[in-house]
């Protein structure tokens, strides 16, 4: 049975940092093409935040967060992190991890073969 689960999210102040987390149990995110990080607002669609490809290290990251969020991947504990710095406001969403085994654009919903459950993150 596999599993995504998002630990770190809570409240902060704007200028603030927060490290999410997501442990990944059933699966190998090592072997997946895509792991990322997503992000949800009432009303709006769940947008790409960052994602990372094991199989090439690299990484990409959406506009709004680049420079302030980094992603990253511990192959040995099966988990992934994303390192918010400098907290907006306008970055309060549900935040959900996900991993992709279809070879197709990293960060697009529709590609994504597994989610996490959320968490929250509220920028005050």
């Known amino acids: 049975h596999v599993q995504l689960v998002e630990s770190g999210g809570g409240s902060v102040q704007a200028g603030g940092s927060l490290r999410l987390s997501c442990a990944g149990t059933?699966?190998?995110?090592?072997?997946?093409?895509?792991v990322g990080w997503f992000r949800q607002v009432p009303g709006k669609e769940r947008e790409g935040v960052a994602s990372i490809r094991p199989g090439a290290t690299t990484t990409a990251y959406a506009s709004s967060v680049r420079g302030r969020f980094s992603i990253s991947l511990d192959t040995a504990k099966n988990t992934v992190f994303l390192q918010m710095n400098s907290l907006k406001p306008e970055d309060t969403a549900t935040y959900y991890c996900a991993a992709q085994f279809l070879e197709a654009s990293c960060a697009v919903v529709h590609a994504i073969d597994n989610w996490g459950q959320g968490t929250q993150v509220t920028v005050s």
């Open positions: 059933g699966i190998h995110l090592s072997s997946a093409f895509c």
